[in-house]
């Protein structure tokens, strides 16, 4: 975490204030792309700004980006068409999904982009936090994966299977084993389910939850694994090889759209908007589904559908 350790909250408060002075300079330069520049750029006694030229305001602050995964091709496309954009961005790469919310949260990072709506939901309401969705990017389905077996069918009465341990994915994953007749869980199962809700009398096999980096190593030693599409490339798995997985273009896949986050005071953030239309880029875009093994499917909700989709997910959350 040395690379994150960079900044407290008077980091946070100085980058909100330097993103608002910046947006004040570039708000005046018409018909150009949105950029900002760095709160050292203040203007000097004959009113002009420091380094701003009469074509463009630059942003010479990057703003830094939390991510899992960060050697995937797509960022590099989207670092570099940022900047060409005029916005430096700095990708921070994190190993563990539970570090880059509070990371988020403590202002050393500006934006993250590696959660759900789900994900989000729980951190926020289980860490008092506010955290907001700012753009969405895609559906990734969560799949089951075997090297012993070649069918759902194939696998026996009483095997092990290896689903993340993290509490949204884990849910995820009993609900994708149940739907593919494996497992029974307590009331039809939620969002919120737990191996704790596995009904042993009446499901197939057993589950084991262990670090979701863990779970392709696990394919060595269990029947099976539910593995997130972030560790498929690393362990070389091919994505269609998966013998189940969930239906991302369904209503109940809403809570699992992948995000960009902000920080509530952000929400309406004009240069992070700039940041996520650039994300869309068809480069980018290309280069996301071939990481994803074209599994991806890509979504294009606003922030404001995406704040109530979140809203929603919370108060379930507050309610289970």
């Given at each position: 975490m040395?690379?994150?350790?960079?900044?407290?909250?008077?980091?946070?408060t100085?980058?909100?204030?330097r993103?608002?002075?910046?947006?004040r300079?570039?708000?005046?330069v018409?018909?150009l792309?949105?950029?900002?520049?760095?709160?050292?750029?203040d203007?000097d006694?004959?009113?002009e700004t420091?380094?701003?030229?009469?074509?463009?305001t630059?942003?010479?602050?990057p703003?830094v980006?939390?991510?899992?995964?960060?050697?995937e091709?797509?960022?590099?496309?989207?670092?570099?068409?940022?900047?060409e954009?005029?916005?430096?961005?700095?990708?921070?790469?994190?190993t563990?999904?539970?570090?880059?919310?509070?990371?988020l949260?403590?202002?050393?990072?500006?934006?993250?982009?590696?959660?759900h709506?789900?994900?989000l939901?729980?951190?926020n309401?289980?860490?008092?936090?506010?955290?907001v969705?700012?753009?969405?990017?895609?559906?990734?389905?969560?799949?089951?994966?075997?090297?012993?077996?070649e069918?759902?069918?194939?696998?026996p009465?009483?095997?092990e299977?290896?689903?993340?341990?993290?509490p949204?994915?884990?849910?995820?994953?009993l609900?994708?084993?149940q739907?593919?007749?494996?497992?029974?869980?307590?009331?039809?199962?939620s969002?919120?389910?737990?191996?704790a809700?596995?009904?042993a009398?009446?499901s197939?096999?057993?589950v084991?939850p262990?670090?979701?980096?863990?779970?392709?190593?696990?394919?060595d030693?269990?029947?099976?694994?539910?593995?997130?599409?972030?560790?498929?490339?690393?362990?070389g798995?091919?994505?269609?090889s998966?013998?189940y997985?969930?239906?991302?273009?369904?209503d109940?896949?809403?809570?699992y759209?992948?995000?960009?986050?902000?920080r509530a005071?952000d929400?309406?953030?004009?240069?992070?908007?700039?940041?996520?239309?650039i994300?869309e880029?068809?480069e980018?875009?290309?280069?996301?589904?071939?990481a994803?093994?074209?599994?991806?499917v890509l979504?294009?909700?606003?922030?404001?559908?995406l704040q109530?989709i979140l809203a929603?997910v919370?108060e379930?959350?507050?309610?289970?």
């Amino acid at each position: 975490m040395s690379s994150t350790t960079r900044t407290t909250r008077t980091t946070r408060t100085t980058r909100t204030t330097r993103i608002t002075r910046t947006l004040r300079a570039g708000a005046v330069v018409a018909g150009l792309a949105l950029a900002l520049t760095a709160c050292s750029a203040d203007a000097d006694d004959s009113g002009e700004t420091p380094g701003a030229t009469d074509d463009a305001t630059e942003q010479t602050e990057p703003v830094v980006i939390g991510v899992v995964g960060a050697s995937e091709d797509h960022w590099r496309i989207f670092e570099e068409k940022a900047t060409e954009a005029g916005i430096p961005v700095e990708i921070v790469d994190f190993t563990e999904y539970s570090l880059p919310n509070p990371a988020l949260t403590e202002g050393e990072l500006d934006l993250n982009q590696f959660q759900h709506i789900l994900y989000l939901a729980q951190y926020n309401v289980e860490a008092g936090e506010d955290l907001v969705p700012v753009g969405a990017t895609a559906v990734y389905p969560l799949g089951l994966y075997s090297r012993q077996y070649e069918s759902v069918d194939d696998i026996p009465e009483g095997a092990e299977i290896a689903i993340p341990n993290d509490p949204t994915n884990l849910a995820r994953a009993l609900l994708v084993l149940q739907d593919a007749g494996l497992v029974a869980l307590r009331d039809g199962g939620s969002a919120f389910s737990t191996e704790a809700d596995v009904l042993a009398d009446e499901s197939r096999v057993t589950v084991t939850p262990v670090d979701a980096q863990q779970t392709a190593l696990a394919l060595d030693s269990v029947a099976a694994s539910i593995i997130n599409n972030d560790f498929l490339a690393d362990a070389g798995i091919d994505p269609e090889s998966a013998l189940y997985s969930d239906d991302a273009g369904s209503d109940a896949a809403r809570p699992y759209i992948n995000i960009w986050a902000a920080r509530a005071e952000d929400a309406d953030n004009p240069l992070f908007a700039q940041l996520v239309e650039i994300y869309e880029d068809e480069e980018v875009q290309a280069a996301l589904q071939q990481a994803s093994g074209g599994t991806a499917v890509l979504a294009n909700q606003t922030p404001a559908e995406l704040q109530e989709i979140l809203a929603e997910v919370e108060e379930d959350a507050r309610n289970r």
